[in-house]
């Protein structure tokens, strides 16, 4: 059974910083792309963050470009996202999630394109 469990969110000042960490088991990580997505109340969920398999590649959207770092350790089964310089408008529950159906350097941006989600954990940015 394929599990992906996020960890890390919480309430932080503006300015501050948070790593989130995804832990996954059930599946051969190292064959999955991962993404971090989020969604504000009342708003739809957006793709963050993506990292390839090898983790030789990523990908940002741009108003996180700059500020958020996405890495992964495919030997302890798990992805991070450094996130600093937080606002207000980052509050989300951000979610984490694995892709094996894309072809090799391609990071998907689409919900869809994702096999597995995990359960999201809560960031609160305060002005």
């Known amino acids: 059974q394929v599990q992906l469990v996020e960890s890390g969110g919480g309430l932080v000042q503006a300015g501050g910083s948070l790593r989130l960490s995804c832990a996954a088991s059930?599946?051969?990580?190292?064959?999955?792309?991962m993404g971090w997505f989020r969604q504000a109340p009342g708003k739809e969920r957006e793709f963050v963050s993506g990292?390839?398999?090898?983790?030789?590649?990523?990908y940002y959207t741009g108003s996180v470009k700059g500020r958020f770092t996405i890495s992964r350790d495919n030997a302890k089964n798990t992805v991070y996202l450094q996130m600093n310089s937080l606002k207000p408008e980052d509050t989300a529950v951000y979610y984490c999630?694995?892709?094996?159906?894309?072809?090799?350097?391609?990071?998907?941006?689409?919900?869809?394109?994702?096999?597995?989600w995990g359960q999201g954990t809560q960031v609160t940015v305060s002005s």
């Open positions: 990292i390839s398999r090898s983790g030789r590649s990523t």
């Open positions: 059930g599946l051969t990580f190292s064959y999955f792309n």
């Open positions: 999630a694995a892709d094996s159906q894309s072809p090799f350097s391609v990071i998907p941006t689409e919900g869809r394109a994702y096999d597995y």
